[in-house]
Every structure is written in C-alpha cells, then in structure tokens.
C-alpha cells in the first residue's frame, strides 16, 4: 500500500536552515524505507523542492499540484530549472483551474494536495501565516481535516 504524504513549509529560508531541513526529511524518509511513498507538492521553492527532492531520491514516487496556469512565472526565475527538473520527473499532474498565482489559488492547491493524501508534512516555525495560504493555514485545513501533521523545524531556527 502507499503512502501518500503532502508537503506544505516555507519559501526562503537560510541556506544552514534548508540544509537542516533536507536532512530532517531524508531521515524521516528513511524511517519509510519499507513503504512505498508518494510525495504531494507544488514544487515551490523552499521546503516543497526540498521534500520532492527527497522521495524522488528515496525511490518514492512525485505528484505535483499546480495552482494555477501563471503558478510558474510567479516563482524565482532561478528556480524554474529545479520546478521544471521536477516537474518532469512527476509520476502524475493535478492542474488546479486557476489562471493567476494567487494566495486563493495556492490555498486550494493545498487543500487538493490535502484530499489526496493520508498525512501532511509542514515544514514549519509554528507562527502564524505571514499570508492567507501559507503553512499555518495548510496545517489548520489538514487539522480541521484529521489528518495526521507532522512538523519538521530544526531547533533554534529561524526564518
């Protein structure tokens, strides 16, 4: 049976951060080692790429969700060949109906992400969401739910 694990976290961090994080997530992985994983992201930049990374690499397989038909334009421009590496490389594809990359369409990516899954992983600070649709909000929806959280933060971090 598959395991089917959402990722929500944040954009941005410090590079000694992302590393920690990455190591969080491949050591949570490896805890899976026996289960056959398929990992939900919108390949954002930040904790989203980091978990992608990680199940591809650990022989899981990817689904992406994609907010919105803008979604990618709206992302760094030095982050499109990583977005599109993975994008490629994704076993199946949701496109949302949205047009423009909205905090709305992101929202509801998350939530699709959300209906597809058995658990979410957040990759989270554990203060509130600097907008509507970030992390706080992904971990809220998948409270509200009963989905199993799991918060992946490195001791003494900061964003």
Not at 8 to 22: C, F, I, K, N
Not at 31 to 54: K, M, N, P, W, Y
Not at 65 to 73: F, I, L, S
Request: with cysteine; charged share 25%; glycine share 8%.
């Amino acid at each position: 049976m598959t395991l089917r694990i959402a990722i929500s976290g944040h954009r941005g961090l410090p590079t000694a951060v992302e590393q920690q994080v990455d190591r969080l997530i491949r050591d949570a992985l490896a805890e899976l080692r026996d289960q056959d994983v398929t990992g939900l992201s919108c390949i954002a930049d930040g904790a989203d790429t980091l978990f992608a990374r990680a199940v591809l690499d650990t022989g899981g397989h990817l689904e992406v969700v994609v907010p919105a038909q803008k979604y990618r334009e709206g992302l760094p421009a030095e982050h499109w060949p990583a977005y599109d590496t993975l994008f490629n490389a994704a076993h199946l594809v949701h496109e949302m109906d949205f047009v423009e990359s909205t905090s709305e369409a992101h929202q509801a990516a998350s939530e699709r992400m959300l209906e597809l899954a058995e658990e979410l992983w957040a990759v989270w600070d554990g203060l509130p969401a600097r907008g509507f649709g970030g992390t706080a909000d992904v971990v809220a929806a998948a409270h509200h739910r009963g989905l199993p959280v799991r918060i992946f933060w490195p001791d003494g971090a900061t964003r």
